[in-house]
């Protein structure tokens, strides 16, 4: 996961070294970073809702991971995702979101 983390702290670094980018990274949501895309592209699911819903652990949002067992919920990450574990799987959610950001911004 090495390739994972240079490439997060890349794109982190161009958001942070741009104050348009930064307010964007301020706004940001779960939503938008686990998007149906994403997800599709990216899991064994279609929705943040349905990760959610099929994981069993009784959640209603992301925001109740926490509260979850850790070892469980990254045995389920790991089985669904191509990462081993929810950190992860968030950095690579993130990198896809901040990459399709600034390259939306080029296009501009």
Known sequence: ???LDK????YMGLFKE????????QKVS????F????????????SMDDMI???GFGIMNLLEVEN??????N???????????????GKMAMIDWMKKTVDGRKKK
């Open 53 to 55: 819903w099929r994981s």
């Open 35 to 46: 998007n149906p895309e994403f997800l599709t592209a990216n899991s064994k699911f279609t």
């Open 1 to 3: 996961m090495e390739k």
């Open 75 to 89: 045995a389920y990450i790991a089985a669904n995702t191509p990462c081993a574990t929810w950190h992860d799987f």
């Open 7 to 10: 490439t997060f702290r890349y």
């Open 30 to 33: 779960f939503q938008d970073i």
């Open 18 to 25: 741009d104050k348009e980018l930064g307010k964007l990274m």
């Open 68 to 73: 979850v067992n850790q070892d469980k919920w």
